[in-house]
């Protein structure tokens, strides 16, 4: 008989009344903490700005939390979302009232997001092409996926389809599904890894090569590996919405497609779009 990972965690913290810590929200702050040191080291190298990489995490915080939420609102849940907007904006359920911080999230609207967000900086901070900052920003942005989907596992969501792979979890916690003691894939895990890997891809990418010269080229490279990630792990996943049973690719999987595309589009962008050393520093000075 095969002993499956009985998955039983709570995914709160603590409880104070109506308000709750869970860790979803503690791996969302980690994200943000240690994208921040990553993105340091690199402004640090570069011999950039503490205020441009202060102002560059405000930007990516308030566009990443904006664009994931309206995401899932519109994307995934506007049935429910239409009939109750105050909790677009509010982290409140409100019948009954309770703090339940931003639950629903979707990294496809985080993207949008941050690529706006990305794009407001380089207009009034860097004053450079937007690639040049969407280049050195993906990268702590893969490794906050990989904190993120930690976070999804401890939720016990976005679970994998029933399987009897011998590392299968029982998410005896996960709500809307039949038979929560049937083994499924962690698909929550699988993306975690990826995300991790991408991460250390674009490192070395950043360190060891001159990527980063190539404007666009290491944002092209984490569309490509994020996105096409993304696509094949939701055939192994459970639909997180029900009208999404019956779709031969979900919504998630085209909604990947066109960022794979624009990844695949960037390699090639950045093969005519060299950035010197001394261009890399230039601070164009207008208004």
Not at 35 to 52: D, I, N, P, T
Not at 100 to 117: D, E, K, M, P, Y
Not at 119 to 133: A, E, G, N, Q, T
Request: hydrophobic share 50%; charged share 15%; with cysteine.
């Amino acid at each position: 008989m095969l002993l499956y990972i009985n998955w039983n965690v709570d995914p709160e913290l603590f409880n104070l009344g109506a308000i709750s810590i869970r860790y979803y929200g503690l791996l969302f702050a980690l994200a943000f903490i240690f994208g921040y040191k990553v993105e340091e080291k690199m402004f640090k190298s570069e011999g950039l700005s503490q205020a441009w990489l202060d102002k560059l995490w405000i930007y990516v915080a308030i566009a990443t939390v904006i664009g994931a939420r309206l995401g899932h609102c519109f994307f995934y849940d506007w049935a429910y979302y239409s009939q109750h907007p105050l909790e677009i904006v509010l982290p409140f359920q409100f019948n009954p009232f309770k703090f339940t911080g931003f639950q629903g999230l979707a990294s496809h609207g985080a993207a949008v997001g941050i690529i706006a967000g990305l794009w407001y900086y380089s207009r009034k901070v860097s004053k450079k092409s937007i690639f040049w900052i969407l280049d050195r920003a993906v990268i702590p942005i893969a490794l906050a996926g990989f904190f993120i989907r930690m976070g999804n596992l401890m939720n016990s969501e976005i679970i994998g389809k029933a399987t009897n792979v011998p590392w299968a979890f029982q998410f005896v916690n996960a709500s809307g599904i039949a038979d929560p003691s049937t083994p499924r894939h962690p698909a929550q895990l699988y993306e975690a890894v990826c995300y991790l890997l991408s991460f250390g891809i674009l490192m070395y990418f950043y360190w060891r090569t001159r990527a980063k010269e190539h404007l666009g080229f290491l944002f092209g490279l984490f569309l490509i590996l994020i996105f096409s990630a993304r696509f094949f792990i939701e055939f192994i996943k459970e639909p997180q919405e029900p009208w999404e049973a019956d779709m031969a690719l979900n919504m998630g999987q085209w909604l990947s497609i066109p960022f794979v595309i624009a990844g695949l589009f960037m390699i090639w962008y950045s093969k005519s779009h060299r950035v010197t050393e001394s261009q890399s520093h230039k601070v164009k000075k207008r208004k």
